[in-house]
Structures are given as structure tokens and as C-alpha cells.
Nanobody, 120 residues
């Protein structure tokens, strides 16, 4: 099947930066959309940013100008560069990808999540 493994979370002071990575592996034929979601305590999971196979991007308004999503198709990896971090960015960040497997099936896959904590 397909596995998504995230890395790069941690604790940072407000105004600091972190870079998240998510590598997809397994029986992958192609990956269309790759994205990052986050879920803060007591809140619903929300889309942070996503990038299509043609590199078109979308961002939630609260991170525009501060976060940048990118991908390396050769490595099946998506990145999220987070700058000027704020305490309200504190959440568990999840990677999500829409994958077509070698069996031609398509599905969304999730990573296990990585904690990002921004102290004030």
C-alpha cells in the first residue's frame, strides 16, 4: 500500500521558522494533490495548504505570506516552509495525498501527524 511519513515538527518561539517534510512510499503510480492539514486542541482539522501536480497552490488565509508549500515529484515528497510562526499555528500537522497506486486504484492517504508548538 502507501505510507506517508512526516518529519520536521517541534517547539519554536513566536517569529521563528520550521520546515515540515512528508515522504510518500509504497505502490505509487502517481500523486495528484499533496497537502497539509492541521488540528489544534478542541478544533476541527483544517486545510493549511495544498499543491497540485502542476504546482498550483492554495493556502488558508491565515497563513498566506508566511507559509510556502512545495513538492519534489521525483522523491514523492511535499514540504511546508513555515515562517513568522505564531502561537495560533500550534497544532498537529498532517500530510495528505491523493494517490493512484500501481493497481490503478485511487485514494487519499494520511500521515501520522507531527506536532508543531509555537511559544509566545
Amino acid at each position: 500500500q502507501v505510507q506517508l511519513v512526516e518529519s520536521g515538527g517541534g517547539l519554536v518561539q513566536a517569529g521563528g521558522s520550521l520546515r515540515l517534510s512528508c515522504a510518500a512510499s509504497g505502490s505509487i503510480l502517481s500523486i495528484n494533490v499533496m497537502g497539509w492539514y492541521r488540528q489544534a486542541p478542541g478544533k476541527q482539522r483544517e486545510l493549511v495548504a495544498r499543491i497540485n501536480s502542476d504546482a498550483r497552490t492554495n493556502y488558508v488565509d491565515s497563513v498566506k505570506g508566511r507559509f510556502t508549500i512545495s513538492r519534489d515529484n521525483a522523491k514523492n515528497t511535499v514540504y511546508l516552509q513555515m515562517n513568522s510562526l505564531k502561537p495560533e499555528d500550534t497544532a498537529v500537522y498532517y500530510c495528505n495525498s491523493y494517490v493512484q497506486t500501481t493497481s490503478r486504484a485511487t485514494a487519499y492517504y494520511w500521515g501520522q501527524g507531527t506536532q508543531v508548538t509555537v511559544s509566545s
